[in-house]
């Protein structure tokens, strides 16, 4: 299974479009070789290198495991129709949906963009909290892929 994007490469900087200094809008992800017997998929976009410990920008599950490609700017909100209503959480910000790279000055951050194929589709209410999603979803996972964006200010 495969996460990637057409907006930067692995390891690569994120362009300033998809950050708090541009538009602040979600890049379009393409997933691709999605196992055959997935239910749903999850993503988590998340900073390890924030100064007050890991910082989530973006929570959604129940995204449906055929879809290909997420398109660019997915709106914020507790649902997401153009995902046939796959579900958002809260980031770090407070917000229901994507919120982009908007580190202090200094060093750059890496942020992950984490897909997760699953199993069965996961039943929380829209809100809930990255840790919330990890632990319900702990036992579900068959696979996993992540691309690493850099973004300093």
């Keep these: 299974m495969r996460i990637s994007t057409p907006a930067f490469e692995d390891d690569e ?9 541009g538009k ?7 997933l691709a070789d999605v196992p055959p017997e997935s239910e749903s998929l999850a993503i988590v976009v998340d900073d390890p290198d924030a100064p007050g410990g890991v ?11 055929e879809i290909k ?3 660019e700017n997915v709106p914020m909100g ?3 129709d153009s995902l046939e209503g796959a579900s958002q959480g809260k980031n770090g910000f407070g917000e229901f949906g994507y ?3 908007c580190p202090p000055p ?3 951050h890496k942020y992950r963009f984490k897909l997760y194929a699953l199993d069965r ?3 929380l209410a829209p809100g809930v909290l990255k840790e919330d999603l990890e632990r319900e979803m702990e036992d579900y996972i068959i696979d996993r892929d992540s691309i690493i964006g850099i973004y300093g200010r």
């Design 55 to 65: 910082f989530d920008h973006w929570v959604i599950w129940n995204i449906p495991p």
């Design 69 to 71: 490609e997420i398109p």
């Design 99 to 101: 919120r982009g790279p």
């Design 121 to 123: 589709s996961i039943n």
């Design 106 to 108: 200094g060093p750059s």
């Design 78 to 80: 507790k649902k997401v």
């Design 13 to 21: 900087r994120i362009p300033q479009k998809y950050t708090c200094d």
């Design 24 to 30: 602040d809008i979600s890049p379009k992800l393409k």
